[in-house]
C-alpha cells in the first residue's frame, strides 16, 4: 500500500487493516447495523448505515440488519418495516435474513445462567432508587448490595422464578458481579435482566424478562460473529463491560469500536425528542419532511445518493461535533442539478396578456429537459395570448440593472418569445396588479430568431388556459435556533419554527399533472421540488426541496 492511500485511511479503516494484517478472523470483515425499532430513523442513523455497508463492502465483507428489540414497551412492527425501507431506499441490502436480538432470548439466557454458575452475577430485590444509590458517583466508590453474596442456588432458583412469572414488574432484577468500586459507573454491578411484563412484537408472551442493551448488544454480535461493532461515541465508556461479557463467557471476541455520531445544525437526533413532535402534533408525522427523518428527507426529494455523499463527506471522526446543514443542502443541489428535468411553475402568479398574439391560436414551443444531461430530451409546451409569470418578475419603476419586465423594456420567455412590455392593468379598488399587457416579436422565437432584439433577461411563464393548479408546500427550518437541543434552561420547543411551512396555490405546465409520488424536479429559477406521496392528476402536490441559491460552494470555493 502506497504512502497516499495509507493517509487517506479514516482510524476505523486502520484498526481493520490492522486485523487483516495479524490475520485476524481470517481476514474476515462483518459489521452490523443495530437499530432499536421504537421509532423512525434519522439522519444519525444514516451516517451508520452508510460507514457500516461501506465499511464491509470495501473489504470485501457482510453487513448484517439487526433489530434491537429488547424493549417491548416502546417497539411496533410498523417501525421495523420502516427501517428496512429506509435502508433498501438508501441503497444497501443487508446479508441473509434480518436479524433481531429476541432471535437470541433462548441463547442469553443460558448465558445469564452462566455467569449466575461461575458466581458473577446474582438476583438483586433492591428497588431501583436503592440501586441507584449504590452506584455512588464518579468521585465516590458504590456500595455493595445486600443480595450480592447470595448463593449460586438461591440466584438460579429467583432467576428461574423470574423467567417463570412469579414475581411482579420491578421487584427484582439480575445484576453481573463486576466491581463496584470501578471508576467506570458501568462496570459497577450493571443490571442485566429486568421483569416486564409486557406483550413482545415477535415474541409474544414467551418472555416477561428481558436483556438490557449492554447483555444483549455484545453476545448477538458474538452469536453472529460479527468481527467489528461500529458503535457511536456515547458508547465508549460502555465497551469495558462489552469485554468483560465477552471474556467470561468464552465467546467470540467481537471488538467494539466507536466514531463520532453525526450531529447536523437544525436538526435534532433524539427519538424522544422526534417523538413529541410527532405526537404533539408539531409535524403531520414521522415522514414529514421538516422532520430529520430519513423517511422525511426522502418525501422532501432528498436523494439517496444526495445523503450518502452528504455522510461521506462529512467523514469519520473519534470526538463528536456538528455538521452545518448547509453541507446536506449542497450535496442535495449538486445530486438534483444533475439529474433532475426544468419545469415551468409559477408560484406567485399575475396574467400577461400578449396583446399582439392572435387570440385562440396555440403554439407548441420545444425545450430541453436538463442541459445537464444531453441524453433528457425535449418536450413540447403549450404557448398561448395569456399567461401566467412570476408577479416578482415585473415591477412598475425598477432599479437599474433590473432585466426582468418593467414599462418600455424588453424580456424573453423561457423557450418562446421575446415580450416588449407596455403597461400594468390594476384594480380600481385595492391597486393591485391584475394583469401586465406586453406585445411580442414575432420573429425572435427561441432558436429561429431573425429579429435583432436583445434582450437582457429572460423568464419562465405557463399558459393560462394549459395551466394545471398545484398545492405547492414550501418548507423551511423545523427549528429557528442551530443547535435546539443543547440550551439546558430551555425546552427545544422553544425554537419551533411557526414559519416552517407555507402552503400556496401555484400553476404549472400541464405535463406536471403526471408526475408520479416521489418524482423530482427544478422548477426554472425556483428551486428544487418533489411530487408528493398525496400528488394526482387532479390536485398535483409538490414540496420544496431545495432552493437554488448555493450559498455553500461559496464557503468551499
Known sequence: ?????????????????????????????????PPEPNGYLHIGHA??????????KKYGGLTNLRLDDTNPTTEKTDYVENIKNDIRWLGYQWHDTEYYASDYFGQLYEYALLLIRKGLAYVDDSTPEEIAAMKGSTDKPGTNSPYRERSIEE????????KNSE???????????????????????????RIK?????????DWCIYPMYDFAHGQSDSIEGITHSLCSLEFIHHRPLYDWFIQNLEIFPSRQIEFARMNVTYMITSKRKLLKLVEDNFVTGWDDPRMPTIAGMRRRGFPPAAIREFCNRAGIAKRD???????????????LNRTTNRVMAVLDPVKLVITNYPEGQVEYLETENNPEDEKAGVRTLPFSRELYIERDDF???????????????????????????EKAVKDPASGEITAIHCTYYPDSRSGADTSGVKAKGTIHWVSVAHAKEAEVRMYDRLFTDPEPASHEDKDFLEFFNPESLNVITAYVEPSLADAQGGEQFQFIRKGYFCADPDTSADKPVFNLTVGLKDSFAKKLG
Open 395 to 421: 415591477m412598475e419603476d425598477p432599479p437599474k440593472k433590473y432585466f426582468r419586465l418593467a414599462p418600455g423594456q424588453d424580456v424573453r420567455l423561457k423557450s418562446a418569445y421575446i415580450l416588449h412590455c
Open 197 to 205: 411484563h409486557e406483550h413482545h412484537h415477535r415474541t409474544g408472551d
Open 47 to 56: 451516517k451508520a448505515i452508510v460507514l457500516n455497508f461501506e465499511i464491509a
Open 167 to 193: 414475581f411482579p414488574d420491578g421487584s427484582r432484577v439480575l445484576r453481573a458481579k463486576v466491581d463496584m468500586s470501578h471508576p467506570n459507573m458501568h462496570m459497577r454491578d450493571p443490571i442485566m435482566y
Open 1 to 33: 500500500m502506497s504512502e497516499e492511500s495509507k493517509e487517506s485511511l479514516n482510524f476505523i479503516e486502520e484498526f481493520i487493516e490492522e486485523d487483516i494484517r495479524n490475520g485476524k478472523h481470517a481476514g474476515r470483515v462483518h459489521t452490523r447495523f
Open 155 to 162: 440466584n438460579l432458583r429467583l432467576f428461574e422464578g423470574m
Open 321 to 335: 461535533n456538528l455538521i452545518g446543514i448547509e453541507l446536506l443542502e449542497f450535496c442535495v443541489r449538486e445530486e
